[in-house]
């Protein structure tokens, strides 16, 4: 968890930058950083700029919507909401969003903000991405998860019917600015379920950060912003070094699914109401601890570590799901190709390896394994 | 019109190269290729490739469907049907071919073949470019119009309601296969509307392909195969010279858009149901032709031959719609940017010019000047 040559500390800012095959974009770190936008926003500046539009959730307007105008003017964006929740990341949303941009004035030297979580967050891009066939997007992710997963990477889109994130498109913000100070108002389940991505980040590529997040647990659980700010920053440098070395997802980008094969069949075998997607990959994570283990990838130690810190954060205890329902929905995961499941095991702490060869058996006797342990950890 | 040294001939076909920022891709033009698909597709047996979609519309698939299926035969595509019209290139389209394509089990590795004019052409296209954040494509284009402009280029979208291909992605396509053998069963109209598409890559970049319509106009009316072949070919060489130098449009490849800003504020204007497409062009095309010629770009006898021709082919009348309404339409022109009308005139024959100082006042006089003289020339 050390600086790496592309970070930069800028006062109390951190900036880690972002390869993309067109150029490069900046994540900027910080905690009250909202306040001091224009500045974090070169490309707000940028030549031509006539309309900016802003899309974000009625319940972080009005919490933050006051300072960010502040820290916007004398610029005036066009505000766009789009409600709160997974089933509002619809195809028909977009539309309605970009109906209402044209109607507007929008144009391609227009720009989008997107300020929220998720949902918002792979939205406003996927508008961004398609609205006169791309146009400039800034993201201000306001949720954990979004500030370490969700908002590096170009990855926007949105659900069918049949499944979540099967329309989309690979296409990289112009900035993203993550402020700690944001997650002061995110409900205890949210922060925890951003919890788990850092850990996965940790486990995937940097047994630092794993450390960091195991020695600091208490201070992250309750909301130090230093702490806080540490985990986050190395959370996204992993992302962007990973993303850096693999934009779409053809090779080495697979290792950040650990977890989420067997997450997102979770997700999707109870139609995605039990659990937070941050918590489906806790149990997946643990799942794909297991089935290291067994192929002896992984120490005992290794293994107890690794579930004591997720079980720190405590998730719901896993749904009732017969292992035949999971084995169902993971055989529709988007990262199959060509009906081969591939899978990502840990060999050792901070190491991931993908395969293509986890047995349905090997999945199925990882459930059994955990599901008796299941439960709330705190 | 000479063969550029991207052009092959491979017995009767030719074979035009188009470079993209990515790699490049191929465009075969001959008669009766649809029956060697598999060789003029190699796309099709890419490693790991599962399955093959086909999306068509009914009108063509009744006509061409079991020449395609034997051509692709022993591989049997899924076929999708999309209803003719512009009124189906809606995103709510979009949505329900990627369900049924999900639902199909389509994966990353599935290809796409899009078999029908422009409208299959542009939401295959799109469909494809955001199924699972972009699978392999290919174009089989139907229609004169969509062989010699749309299905080149890789620009592919939908409508909104409040305009045409306000959304959409930069997406080439793995292979285009131009037969000319298919244009034999389109409406004569239709037929004409491609034509002015082929006039205008003359018309900007290539003398001596307006030299050859001029001079071969009956035989294209009658669609004399060899007249339509090189007629097609030369076209998509310019296309492709063009998209090649500028793939998302920022520089040269606004060029392409000679007559389509009065074309485009004709059709929005009318609602899209006085004229296709192609034929709104050609009265876009005769009003900058007469801007250039206020500007003394042009001499008197370059635009009564680009008048002549363009007549030849007979668009419908000037549809009854006031300068001022033509205006407001060209204002809300998708190639504006920043409030700035970007204008494409001619500078001598098969030479085109960017500008951004053409005045209102000039449209409308044009415009005035036509009227007139407008309605059926043939």
């Not at 398609?130 to 170009?154: H, K, N």
């Not at 999707?268 to 659990?275: F, H, I, Q, T, V």
Request: net charge positive; hydrophobic share 45%.
């Amino acid at each position: 968890m050390t600086v790496s040559p592309c970070d930069t500390i800028d006062g109390a800012v951190r900036k880690i930058s972002v390869p993309t095959k067109s150029g490069q974009y900046t994540v900027s770190i910080g905690s009250g950083i909202l306040d001091s936008l224009a500045k974090r926003m070169p490309a707000l500046a940028a030549k031509d700029r006539k309309l900016i539009f802003l899309l974000t959730s009625p319940e972080i307007w009005s919490l933050w919507g006051q300072r960010f105008r502040a820290s916007l003017a004398p610029r005036q964006p066009i505000v766009l909401f789009l409600p709160a929740g997974e089933r509002y990341k619809r195809l028909s949303q977009v539309e309605r969003l970009a109906t209402e941009m044209a109607k507007a004035g929008a144009d391609r030297s227009s720009l989008l903000i997107a300020f929220g979580g998720g949902v918002v967050g792979d939205v406003g891009g996927f508008l961004s991405a398609i609205y006169m066939r791309g146009i400039d997007y800034i993201q201000v992710p306001t949720t954990l998860l979004a500030q370490v997963d969700s908002s590096v990477g170009g990855k926007t889109g949105a659900n069918l019917q049949t499944g979540k994130n099967l329309v989309g498109c690979f296409y990289p913000p112009q900035e993203v600015v993550a402020d700690i100070e944001l997650l002061s108002t995110l409900p205890q389940r949210e922060l925890r379920a951003g919890v788990y991505e850092s850990i996965k980040a940790g486990l995937i590529r940097d047994a630092a950060l794993f450390r960091f997040i195991e020695t600091h647990r208490e201070q992250i659980d309750r909301r130090d912003p230093a702490s806080l700010e540490k985990m986050v920053a190395a959370s996204i440098r992993i992302k962007a070094e990973v993303v850096g070395l693999d934009e779409r997802e053809s090779g080495v980008r697979m290792i950040l699914n650990f977890g989420h094969t067997i997450g997102h069949a979770i997700e999707a075998a109870s139609g995605y109401r039990a659990l937070l997607h941050g918590e489906a990959i806790a149990w997946g994570m643990i799942a794909a601890t297991a089935i290291s283990r067994k192929r002896n990838l992984l120490t005992a130690e290794a293994v107890r570590r690794i579930e004591a810190m997720i079980r720190y954060f405590g998730p719901p205890a896993f749904p009732p799901i017969s292992g035949k329902r999971l084995l169902q929905a993971a055989s529709g995961d988007k990262k199959n190709r060509a009906g081969v499941r591939r899978f990502v095991l840990l060999q050792g702490l901070g190491n991931a390896v993908v395969t293509d060869d986890v047995t349905d058996a090997e999945i199925l006797a990882a459930i059994e394994c955990i599901r008796p342990l299941s439960g709330s950890g705190k």
